[in-house]
């Protein structure tokens, strides 16, 4: 099955600054990779996906890149604000494993 | 409309207890899917059904654990004999299409059950 690694585990940034977060995963058929936001005591939350058929997919502030031949992908913050403070996971299918998580805390 | 329900929110029970934990996916939605997120991890998948056939149970730490969708709608997670290692949150996530390929939609997740041991 898959192996997804995520990395930092815990990330601080100031208000403003941009953040990114990195995942590997092992297996190489794996070709929908999304990226989900779970604040405190909620359920995880889809923010951007990308498909093993293009390298980047942005969405105003947030925009993830895959390098397929590396087998790692990640997601960029851009501007972040208080409200993007959370955990963010990152997953890799064929078989939807899930990274073990980040915590980003955006500082005001 | 209505997203993924999960019933109940919060559980205690007993150690050796047996538990039900059921979830109502997204009328329609083909994939359905348990995970246990212990505190501070990540989801954990425990099993996969499309409709009514499970998949994939690869996921589930014991035989205490037993997943059901009779009829490719409404699932039920059971755990016999509880454990306090047992002790998380379980999530279950549903989604339009399948696995593998290029059918993968994206999941919609419940607000999870709170399951405590003790």
């Known amino acids: 099955g898959e192996n997804v690694e995520q990395h930092p585990s815990t990330l601080s940034v100031q208000e403003g600054d941009s953040a990114v977060i990195k995942c590997t995963y092992s297996?190489?058929?794996?070709?929908?990779f999304p990226w989900y936001k779970q604040e405190l005591g909620k359920r995880p939350q889809l923010i951007i996906d990308?498909?093993?058929?293009?390298g980047e997919k942005k969405d105003q502030r947030i925009a993830v890149t895959l390098n397929k031949t590396a087998k790692h992908f990640s997601l960029h913050i851009t501007e972040t604000q208080p409200e993007d403070s959370a955990v963010y996971f990152c997953a890799a299918t064929n078989d939807m494993r899930f990274g073990a998580g980040t915590r980003l805390t955006v500082k005001p | 409309g209505a997203g993924v329900s999960q019933s109940p929110r919060y559980k205690v029970a007993k150690r050796g207890q047996d538990v039900a934990l059921r979830c109502d996916p997204i009328s329609g939605h083909v994939s359905l899917f348990w995970y246990q997120q212990a505190l501070g991890q990540g989801p954990e998948f425990l099993t996969y059904f499309q409709n009514e056939a499970q998949l994939d149970k690869s996921g589930l730490p014991s035989d205490r654990f037993f997943a059901e969708r009779p009829e490719g709608s409404v699932s039920t997670l059971k755990i016999q004999r509880t454990q306090k290692e047992d002790s998380a949150v379980y999530l279950c996530?549903?989604?339009?299409?399948?696995?593998?390929?290029?059918?993968?939609?994206?999941?919609?997740f419940g607000p999870g059950t709170r399951l405590t041991v003790t």
């Open positions: 297996d190489s058929a794996s070709n929908y």
């Open positions: 990308i498909r093993s058929n293009v």
């Open positions: 996530a549903s989604s339009l299409g399948g696995l593998a390929g290029v059918g993968f939609y994206e999941q919609y």
